[in-house]
C-alpha cells in the first residue's frame, strides 16, 4: 500500500485509434468555427484531453460540463468559476434527460457573435457556423448531439469509443456539428486521473482490477463523502481502515456472506461502483479546481 493509503493500480492505454483520431482533429480544426468540449461534471480535469488546449488553440471555445444531475452542485459552481476565468464559456447540462441542452444553440452564438457579425458583412449571412464536438470516450457525447439535434444523429453506446469516424451533423440552417471520436490521451500521467476515468466508466473496467478501485473508491468517499457511506452502508467509515477492509464492513451491512465469517468483497466492489454510476450515493464529484 502506498503512502496515502491508497493501493497501486496499474492502468495504461494504448489504442491505435486513439492516435488516429488526433490526427482527424489537427487535419479538421480548419474547418471550424469554434471548438465544443464536453466533460463529466464529476471529473473536469481528469475527463479533459490535455492534448485540447494545443490541438484547438486560438478557437473560440465552449465547455459543456455534462452530468450535472450526478455531480456535487456545489464543487460544480466553482469548476465553472475556474473555467470562465480562462476566458472559456460554460453549459452545464445532463445530456440524459436533455437538462440545459436548450441553452447551447444560445451560448454557441453569443460565443460566435463577432463571427456572424463578419459573416453578414460578407454577404454570407445564411452560412451555418460550424463547431467541433470533442469529448473523451463515455461522457455523453452522442446523447447531447442526439439531443440537440432532437433525432438520432450520433450513435450512441455505453461501451467507450462507440463513436469512431467523423460526422457532421446538421442541427438547423444555421449550425454544423462534427461529431468526433472520443479520444483518450495515449498513457496516464497519474494514477488518480487514470482512477477517476475508471470509477465514472471511461475506461473499461476489465483494464483494472475492480475490488483495489471500489477499495480506493471507498478511501475517497471516506475522505470527501463520508455522510454518503453512513447514508447508504450505514456504517461509521473508520479512519484506521484500508479500502478492502472498509469495503468487508459495507459487505457485512449488506449481508454479502460467503461463508461464515468471509463476506463477498467482489459483489460488494461491483455494488459500490453500479450505485455510484446509479447516482444512489448521491451527488458526488471526485476532484475539485486546485
Known amino acids: 500500500m502506498s503512502d496515502n493509503g491508497f493501493e497501486k493500480m496499474n492502468i495504461q492505454w494504448f489504442p491505435g485509434h486513439m492516435t488516429k ?6 487535419d479538421n480544426i480548419k474547418l471550424v468555427d469554434a471548438v465544443c468540449e464536453i466533460l463529466d461534471a464529476r471529473i473536469p480535469n481528469a475527463s479533459r484531453n490535455p492534448d485540447i488546449d494545443r490541438l484547438a488553440a486560438g478557437k473560440p471555445r465552449l465547455i459543456i460540463l455534462n452530468r450535472t444531475d450526478l455531480a456535487d452542485p456545489d464543487v460544480t459552481a466553482q469548476w465553472k468559476k475556474h473555467f470562465e476565468a480562462q476566458g472559456i464559456k460554460i453549459l452545464e447540462t445532463d445530456a440524459k434527460t436533455g437538462k440545459g441542452v436548450n441553452g447551447f444553440v444560445p451560448a454557441l452564438k453569443e460565443l460566435l457573435s463577432e463571427k456572424i457579425a463578419e459573416y453578414a458583412a460578407k454577404g454570407q449571412a445564411t452560412r451555418p457556423l ?10 455523453g457525447k452522442s446523447t447531447f448531439i442526439n439531443k440537440v439535434a432532437k433525432r438520432k444523429a450520433a450513435i450512441a453506446g455505453d461501451k467507450p469509443g462507440v463513436t469512431r469516424g467523423k460526422q457532421w451533423i446538421s442541427i438547423d440552417k444555421s449550425l454544423d456539428l462534427l461529431d468526433t471520436p472520443g479520444i483518450l490521451w495515449p498513457k496516464f500521467d497519474s494514477q488518480q486521473v487514470g482512477e477517476m476515468l475508471a470509477i465514472t466508466n471511461a475506461i473499461k473496467a476489465d483494464v483494472i482490477d475492480k475490488e483495489t478501485l471500489a477499495a480506493n473508491f471507498m478511501l475517497r468517499l471516506r475522505e470527501l463523502y463520508p455522510e454518503a457511506l453512513i447514508a447508504r452502508y450505514k456504517f461509521e467509515p473508520d479512519p484506521e481502515l484500508n479500502g478492502f477492509e472498509l469495503l468487508e464492513q459495507a459487505a457485512k ?38
Do not use: C, W
Open 21 to 26: 483520431a488526433q490526427r482527424m482533429i489537427e
Open 130 to 139: 460550424r463547431v467541433m464536438i470533442l469529448g473523451i470516450p463515455n461522457v
Open 253 to 290: 451491512k449488506r449481508g454479502f456472506l460467503i461463508s461464515k465469517g468471509e463476506y463477498d468483497i467482489e459483489r460488494m466492489a461491483n455494488t459500490l461502483l453500479g450505485e455510484y454510476h446509479d447516482g444512489k450515493l448521491g451527488r458526488i464529484s471526485l476532484e475539485k479546481p486546485e
